[in-house]
């Protein structure tokens, strides 16, 4: 069984950074990859960046590129996202998602992934 736990979150000023971490647990080799989502009140929740658990491939939005990073470390089975230069829009509940099925669906929305964790909250005021 995926169990994912995220931390990190909390309330910053604009231009600020954060690093969320996911770890997890009950990964195994069918997990292709590790995804992070953010959902602001009223909003659809939107996919930030994806990790391939075997290449390390990285797949970011539009939106965050150059601002975010996503990275992991498999000894510790944790996934990180650095965000910089936080801007108030960035603002909303973080989560870390995990992926069974091809790099195809990892780049896709939320239904593509299977797993899912509690959320941390990132408030980015201006």
């Known amino acids: 069984q995926v169990q994912l736990v995220e931390s990190g979150g909390g309330s910053v000023q604009a231009g600020g950074t954060l690093r969320l971490s996911c770890a997890a647990s009950?990964?195994?080799?069918?997990?292709?990859?590790t995804g992070w989502f953010r959902q602001a009140p009223g909003k659809e929740r939107e996919r930030v960046a994806s990790?391939?658990?075997?290449?390390?491939?990285?797949n970011y939005r539009a939106s965050v590129k150059g601002r975010f990073t996503i990275s992991q470390d498999t000894a510790k089975n944790t996934v990180y996202l650095q965000m910089n230069s936080l801007k108030p829009e960035d603002t909303g509940m973080y989560y870390c998602?995990?992926?069974?099925?091809?790099?195809?669906?990892?780049?896709?929305?939320?239904?593509?992934?299977?797993?899912w964790g509690q959320g941390t909250q990132v408030t980015v005021s201006s």
């Open positions: 009950g990964y195994s080799d069918s997990t292709v990859c």
């Open positions: 990790i391939s658990t075997t290449s390390s491939t990285t």
């Open positions: 998602a995990a992926g069974r099925r091809s790099w195809w669906y990892c780049v896709g929305g939320a239904a593509d992934f299977e797993y």
